[in-house]
Structures are given as structure tokens and as C-alpha cells.
């Protein structure tokens, strides 16, 4: 099973900042990585995948970058409604599908 | 627009059943695998299962193999999880969460939830 490692497990930033968050594997999943948004009370929400593809409808200032065992998820300017959780997904070795512990991005 | 509605959940006691079940609209709901995911209470999130289109092929994670069984009826645009042999680490939130037409499991799509509580 492909365990994924995601740091650190809370970022406390203000809004306009520069928000990285890291997702590490276990072991390779070559481009094989999304990123997921979770806000209080609702359903995850698919934001990045392949590693740095943004999926439809996400903003620009969302992107992904990573290949092999190291992920980031970078948030350029951070807005009021990107405070949530957000998790990491492999689907390169399945079953299972696994995902990260979650960042809990707060504002600060 | 698509659509993934949940139904099914509630409490049950340790060694129980319950069958949960997913309404889709919205898209050619035979063309998609679907999948089960679910969230314990102010927790992460775990993939449970997943179903291709046709319903042949069928995969979970280790810890609800031999208890949990998928299923889907296209006729009906509809996918279930049935849950067997309960234990308290079952109760979550299940989310049914569309995935793609190929093995590309990437799920773009998600209900809200239902809720199982396994507790005497």
C-alpha cells in the first residue's frame, strides 16, 4: 500500500499570502497524484490531478508540481474561501486508492 | 449537472447489515466506475470500494473485503454498498464519488454523504 505523508498537518497563513503544502509517497507514483479541497460541512472537491493538471473549473492561482515520491499543492494568493482541508490521492498502485491525512489550512 | 444522492444510512448495532444506496443523474451513469468513500467523524478520508461500468470488475480495501459487497443496477443509475458483519470502526460518513470511464481513478464528482453509526 502506498502511504501518502502530507506536511505540515496545519498551515496558518493571511489572506494574499503564499500558501505550499507537501504531499510525500511512500514509494513512486510516477505523475499519479491529486489534490483534493474539503470545506466544513461539505464533500471533497477535486482541484489538481496528474500531479499539476488544475481539473475544471478551479482558479489559476491553484497548482501542482511533483513527480516520483514529492508533491506540492501551491496556493499563490491566497483568497477567504480557500481555508479548508485539503488531501492528497495516488492511483498509480491500487487497490487501495489512498489518500493523505489532510492540512488544514487556517487563517491566521 | 451531475448528481450523486445518498440514502440509506443510520444506526446499527456491532455485527449488523445495512445497505446503503447512490442515485446518480446527470451523466450515461453506465459508462463511469463509481466508487465508496468514507470519512470517520472529524477524520480523513478512505477510499472503501469500486465498481466499473458493467459491474465485472470490483475492488475494496483489505479492511471490508469478505464484509462489504458493491453493486450497481444501470438500468436504474443507481450504486449500492451493502455492509455486512458492522463493527464500530465502520462508522463514517460514506460518500458515493463518480470516477471515470477508464481505470483512471480520479473522482471528479461526489455526494453528500450518509451517515453510519455502529454502536450498541
Known amino acids: 500500500e502506498v502511504v501518502l505523508t502530507q506536511s505540515p498537518a496545519t498551515l496558518s497563513l493571511s489572506p494574499g499570502e503564499r500558501a505550499t503544502l507537501s504531499c510525500r509517497a511512500s514509494?513512486?507514483?510516477?505523475?499519479?497524484l491529486a489534490w483534493y479541497q474539503q470545506k466544513p460541512g461539505q464533500a471533497p472537491r477535486l482541484l489538481i490531478y496528474?500531479?499539476?493538471n488544475r481539473a475544471t473549473g478551479i482558479p489559476a492561482r491553484f497548482s501542482g508540481s511533483g513527480s516520483g515520491t514529492d508533491f506540492t499543492l501551491t496556493i499563490s494568493s491566497l483568497e477567504p474561501e480557500d481555508f479548508a482541508v485539503y488531501y492528497c490521492?495516488?492511483?498509480?498502485?491500487?487497490?487501495?486508492?489512498?489518500f493523505g491525512q489532510g492540512t488544514r489550512l487556517e487563517i491566521k | 449537472e451531475v448528481q450523486l444522492v445518498e440514502s440509506g444510512g443510520g444506526l446499527v448495532q456491532p455485527g449488523g447489515s445495512l445497505r446503503l444506496s447512490c442515485a446518480a443523474s446527470?451523466?450515461?451513469?453506465?459508462?463511469?466506475?463509481m466508487n465508496w468513500v468514507r470519512q470517520a467523524p472529524g477524520k480523513g478520508l478512505e477510499w472503501v470500494a469500486n465498481?466499473?461500468?458493467?459491474?465485472?470488475?470490483?475492488r475494496f480495501v483489505d479492511s471490508v473485503k469478505g464484509r462489504f459487497i458493491i453493486s450497481r443496477d444501470n438500468a436504474k443509475s443507481s450504486l449500492y454498498l451493502q455492509m455486512n458483519s458492522l463493527r464500530a470502526e465502520d462508522t463514517a460518513l460514506y460518500y458515493c464519488?463518480?470516477?471515470?470511464?477508464?481505470?483512471?481513478?480520479?473522482?471528479?464528482?461526489w455526494g453528500q454523504g450518509t451517515l453510519v453509526t455502529v454502536s450498541s
Open positions: 464519488a463518480r470516477g471515470r470511464p477508464t481505470m483512471d481513478i480520479l473522482l471528479d464528482d
Open positions: 446527470g451523466f450515461t451513469f453506465r459508462s463511469y466506475w
Open positions: 465498481i466499473n461500468g458493467d459491474g465485472s470488475d470490483k
Open positions: 514509494e513512486s507514483v510516477v505523475k499519479y
Open positions: 496528474d500531479a499539476s
Open positions: 490521492q495516488q492511483r498509480y498502485q491500487w487497490p487501495p486508492i489512498t
